[in-house]
Each structure stands twice: as C-alpha cells, then as structure tokens.
C-alpha cells in the first residue's frame, strides 16, 4: 500500500513514515503544499495523511485538489487543529477520517485499516478467500491452520489482487501500489511475473483451479 505523507513538521513525517514502513506500506513523503500537489497529480497513492496546517498551502485546498484530480486515495487529515470546524470541513469536503495530533502511531495505523477496510466494502481484517485466510493486520496468509511463507512482495501484491477480486488489475496499478513512483520504467520489466509465478506455484498447493489469471497485455486477476 502507498501512502502520501503530507506533512511540514520533518520530525514528524521520518517517525510516521518509519513507523508505517516498519508495518509494510510503502511511503512517500512531502513537506510542503506544493510538492504534495505535484506529487498528487503525478503518483497514484492508496491513502493520503493530511496535515492541514502547511505553511504554504491550506490543508484543505489540497483536500479539494485532490478529489477534483479523481485520486481514489483515502484521506486521511492529521492536525493540530482541534477545532470542531475544521474537522467538519474537512470531511464534508471528502476526507475519510480525521485524527487530532497529537496521536499515537497505533491509533493511526487502526485507523488506516478501518479506512482502506470502508473502501474495499470489507468488515474485519481478515479476509476468507478460496480456502485462504488473509490477516491484513498481521500480513499473514494461512490456509487451514497452515501458514503459507511468503515474501513481503508476495504478499503485497497477493493482498491488493484479493481486495480487487474478481477485477483486472493493471501491471501498473501492481507497479504504483508495491513500488511508489521509484520504478516507473519497470512495470514492464518481468518482475511482476516473477511474483506472480512465484505465488502461483505457492499457493496451488492449497487452491484448486486457476484462481490467479493473467489477462494478456493488461494484468491480473484473482478470481474468487
Ligand atoms: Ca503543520
């Protein structure tokens, strides 16, 4: 999963950003309104952390901003700003939560989970699928009691197939929610197919059929 850290107190953005990466997002980082801006309109992120008080930019221009650039990003707003008001405005412009500062790094990571649970129409963190268990908490997959090793990758890109079961999932949305935007040349390359073999090859011991299709020229798909 990648998440956009938007946030001017340095400090704060590293401890955020080494606390997530420790959990198994994939971070990036912007200090000021106008980096997030460029870097909203050139990346695609699966959540957005919002501090509304930049000092460049109002947090809530952002938020507007980013709706309108039909980012499907979870937004979450982190700020300072206890104020009833701006909490409202925020969300009534379209961010998915709100978390005064300051806050504890297992709150925000509860609360991330409860977004990305509200986006994918999904109740718990753990997902039963073709004979598979998936905690996304945890980031294990099990089958029947047996865990199944898998590589961080593997598992990244196995959990966002699974949220968009039934769906093809492009090379390049794997590429932007595994890598960020530090890869770009290589969603072409052949290490999505390596992934995908591997897994394949892993979890037909538990699945029967074929449940991980390729769809030529486009993507994947888990078909559930
Ligand atoms: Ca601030």
Not at 22 to 45: M, R, V
Not at 142 to 148: F, R, V
Not at 204 to 217: A, K
Request: proline share 2%; glycine share 6%; with cysteine.
């Amino acid at each position: 999963m990648h998440v956009l850290i938007v946030e001017d107190e340095i400090p704060l953005a590293a401890e955020v950003r080494s606390y997530l990466e420790k959990e198994g997002f994939s971070c990036d980082e912007a200090h000021t309104g106008k980096i997030a801006s460029d870097k909203i309109f050139s990346n695609t992120y699966d959540l957005l952390l919002l501090d509304l008080g930049l000092p460049d930019y109002e947090g809530i221009d952002l938020l507007r901003e980013s709706i309108a650039n039909k980012s499907s990003a979870a937004i979450i707003i982190l700020s300072a700003r206890s104020a009833l008001e701006d909490r409202i405005k925020g969300l009534n412009v379209g961010a998915d939560d709100y978390l005064p500062k300051p806050f504890s790094l297992l709150e925000l990571k509860s609360r991330i989970m409860a977004v990305m649970r509200r986006k994918h129409g999904i109740r718990t963190n753990i997902l039963n699928i073709n004979n598979l268990e998936i905690d996304l908490d945890k980031r294990l997959v099990s089958s029947q009691g047996t865990l199944i090793t898998l590589t961080r990758k593997e598992y990244d890109i196995l959990s966002f197939l699974i949220l968009n079961k039934n769906r093809v999932v492009t090379r390049l949305q794997i590429s932007e929610h595994i890598w960020g935007d530090i890869i770009e040349e290589n969603y072409n390359s052949n290490y999505i197919d390596v992934h995908i073999k591997n897994l394949r090859k892993k979890l037909s011991e538990y699945i029967e059929g074929d449940f991980l299709e390729t769809v030529r020229g486009i993507g994947f798909q888990f078909i559930e």
